[in-house]
């Protein structure tokens, strides 16, 4: 039983010291994996950087014999606060990436993750149970002994996988880089809109060229990124996974939307068993879905979740922030039909007329500068060309905000007063205070009127 208890502290300690190591080499994605978990994002910068910290202090902890029940409470506290929200996305049929080991293995969710955690669980449950047996034998001598024939090999095969992550890392930067997988990247200058949140969010950022790539679909046919590119319209790559029950809730609207001629181009990237997506395009009317083997599209596209979908322009240059789920996707395709953008601050679109015309704004009462907006959570939002767009589920409806009301829209937080999103505003774009507040004050009463702010 010593020497048992032994192999598990080793084992539990090599996990969550690979598991941190990783995480410290790819701090950006294990950013994106929490928001996806549904952390805050004010947070998940904080979280991502502690989170490695506290894992090596529970490897460290589980390797002496005098501190290896206090590491193996930690690892269960760890376990259990990685399981609950693994367990509440697959019942609520979400399907984030886990990150759980970086760069290393960073896959969608599922049973096989769960199980996972519960027999590591199992292991620290065993070690914090049994904790005093190992300390009953240290003055035998054996388990001290084991433990220093197995400490040198243990420190050493961590010190060689830092290497290799490292190593490794730097190798995928520069591949990624040559084949075009990595977006390019710049800084608004002053007065320039900014994108809202965009270094928090999953997806390529707006205006960056596109990963390129080559598919095969479900008959063998070869298809490239250059061949969906249409010159008189845009592109949409959607992203699914045939055992994705979100997935299949939007399948009907695909097949729609790939016979719509006056619509944007959409073409499905699917994964998963052959024959399952083969019955899942004919029953739905799928013309052109496309298979990836080893999520490697997904990765290029900085996909974390399905469905999801992102468009891109005749350029190949991406036009949209990446909409995840069903409503998300729907708001972004109903946003591409010829709708004028106009001047205005916001622009409310009924989805039940098929011209999608533009709603009057009838003059209501100013909203207080002191309220402290705040966005409906019923809201999903999803970006295009820096214009946000809202589709509010409640009554079927997209709005859209022009640059402008999105930056107002990405200040509603509920701690900010009107006045100070409309100082923001105000520093933002070099124009007086006094008709920065007036302009946000009237934008902000008409997003409460519509129902889309608490304030």
């Given amino acids: 039983m010593p020497d048992s208890l032994l192999l598990m502290r080793l084992l539990l300690a090599a996990v969550f010291a690979i598991a941190a190591v990783a995480k410290f080499a790819d701090r950006p994605g294990s950013q994106r ?35 290896a029940t206090m590491g193996a409470w930690g690892a269960t506290t760890l376990l259990l606060g990685f399981t609950a929200p693994i367990g509440i996305s697959l019942a609520r049929g979400q399907r984030p990436d886990c990150h ?12 096989r993750t769960v199980l996972r955690n519960l027999l590591l669980l199992g292991l620290a449950a065993a070690v914090v149970k049994f904790g005093p047996l190992q300390t009953a034998v240290v003055a035998e001598g054996t388990l001290e002994s084991v433990s220093a024939q197995f400490s040198p090999v243990f420190v050493a095969g961590i010190a060689m996988l830092i290497v290799a992550i490292t190593v490794g890392d730097r190798h995928q930067q520069a591949t ?16 320039e809109y900014p994108s809202v949140a965009a270094a928090a969010r999953p997806g ?14 479900l008959e063998g046919g070869r298809w490239t990124f250059e061949d969906l590119l249409d010159a008189s319209r845009s592109l949409v790559i959607a992203f699914i996974d045939a055992q994705c029950a979100p997935c299949t809730t939007l399948l009907p609207d695909l097949g729609r939307w790939q016979q719509d001629e006056n619509g944007p181009r959409v073409v499905v990237i699917s994964r998963g068993d052959i024959d399952r997506n083969r019955a899942l395009a004919a029953e739905y009317g799928l ?28 350029d190949g240059k991406i036009t949209s922030t990446l909409a995840l789920g069903p409503d998300a996707i ?22 039940s007329d098929p011209s999608l015309a533009t709603k009057e704004v009838r003059p209501i009462a100013p909203l207080s500068p002191d309220a402290r907006p705040l966005p409906r959570p019923e809201l999903t939002m999803t970006e295009l060309d820096g214009e946000a767009l809202l589709y509010d589920s409640r009554h079927s409806r997209v709005h859209q905000l022009n640059t402008t009301g999105t930056l107002v829209w990405s200040l509603c937080d509920g701690q900010r007063t009107a006045h100070e999103v409309a100082d923001v505003v105000a520093d933002t774009y070099s124009i007086p205070a006094d008709e920065a507040r007036t302009d946000v004050v009237e934008l902000l009463t008409r997003l409460r009127e519509e129902d889309l702010l608490v304030a």
Avoid at 42 to 66: D, K, M, N, R, T
Avoid at 100 to 111: D, H, V
Avoid at 176 to 191: I, M
């Fill in 33 to 67: 994996s929490l928001i996806d978990f549904g952390i805050p994002k004010v947070l998940a910068p904080l979280l991502a950087f502690l989170l490695p910290i506290v894992e090596l202090g529970v490897a460290a902890a589980l390797l002496p014999v005098e501190t």
């Fill in 100 to 111: 759980c080991f970086g760069q290393l293995q960073s896959a969608p969710i599922g049973i």
């Fill in 176 to 191: 990624t880089s040559d084949s075009g997988a990595v977006a390019e990247t710049s800084t608004p200058s002053k007065g």
């Fill in 204 to 217: 390529l950022a707006i205006g960056t060229k596109a990963p390129t790539f080559e598919l095969l679909d």
């Fill in 287 to 314: 013309a052109t879905l496309l298979l990836e083997a080893q999520r490697e599209v997904s990765r290029a596209y900085a996909v974390t979740g399905t469905p999801a979908a992102v468009v891109v322009g005749a």
């Fill in 330 to 351: 729907r708001t972004l395709v109903l946003s591409l039909r010829e709708v004028g953008h106009g001047n205005a601050w916001a622009l409310t679109l009924d989805t």
